[in-house]
T-cell receptor, first 114, second 115 residues
Framework: AQSVTQLGSHVSVSEGALVLLRCNYS??????LFWYVQYPNQGLQLLLK??????LVKGINGFEAEFKKSETSFHLTKPSAHMSDAAEYFC????????????FGKGTTLSVSS | ETGVTQSPTHLIKTRGQQVTLRCSSQ?????VSWYQQALGQGPQFIFQ???????GRGNFPPRFSGLQFPNYSSELNVNALELDDSALYLC??????????????FGPGTRLTVL
């Protein structure tokens, strides 16, 4: 069975600091992996996705993630945090393509202080 | 290009009642998935509709049912509401061609409160 574990329910950084949000997955077959962001009282917005092409994936708003099969990880990073990055971030996995059931982690709340 | 829209935005019901939530898929998409997001949790897959038929279902009881219409819009119906049904209900649309389905894009959600 597939699953996703997001380490750290809450991450706090200063504006301009590196953002690192951790995601580890469990899957018996090569997975498709996603990061979504959720701002307060809004739906989910796709940040980036890994679909077995390049292992380093670049997304919107300066975020990127690296697929590491040996570590079963798909951590999300951004070199320099901005106040507008404060939100809830969800890692998700699915088996075949991107349209079947997404399995989400519990989410990580990112706080950015000035 | 029109994004995914959902209605209503908020809804308050009492235990035992029935509720219908609506979703209009993004322009060009033919597949709709529904998710339940309880407070402080990640979304959980309820079911998916493609070609007006259920195309996968999560671990939800039969009192959760759905429909997809010829214009690809969709409804989620929940009967005999329970307090634990209080959650944000998210709809996601995507494009399916043959056996391949593309990325899911989410709507803003409907906040359901059951008293």
């Amino acid at each position: 069975a597939q699953s996703v574990t997001q380490l750290g329910s809450h991450v706090s950084v200063s504006e301009g600091a590196l953002v690192l949000l951790r995601c580890n997955y469990s899957s018996s077959v090569p997975p498709y992996l996603f990061w979504y962001v959720q701002y307060p009282n809004q739906g989910l917005q796709l940040l980036l996705k890994y679909t077995s092409a390049a292992t380093l994936v670049k997304g919107i708003n300066g975020f990127e993630a690296e697929f590491k099969k040996s570590e079963t990880s798909f951590h999300l990073t951004k070199p320099s945090a901005h106040m507008s990055d404060a939100a809830e971030y969800f890692c998700a996995v699915t088996l075949n393509q991107a349209g079947t059931a997404l399995i989400f982690g519990k989410g990580t709340t990112l706080s950015v202080s000035s | 290009e029109t994004g995914v829209t959902q209605s209503p935005t908020h809804l308050i019901k009492t235990r035992g009642q029935q509720v219908t939530l609506r979703c209009s898929s993004q322009s060009g998409h033919n597949t709709v998935s529904w998710y339940q997001q309880a407070l402080g949790q990640g979304p959980q897959f309820i079911f998916q509709y493609y070609r007006e038929e259920e195309n996968g279902r999560g671990n939800f009881p039969p009192r959760f049912s759905g429909l997809q219409f010829p214009n690809y819009s969709s409804e989620l119906n929940v009967n005999a509401l329970e307090l634990d049904d209080s959650a944000l209900y998210l709809c996601a649309s995507s494009w399916t061609s043959g056996r391949a389905t593309d990325t899911q894009y989410f709507g803003p959600g409907t906040r359901l409160t059951v008293l």
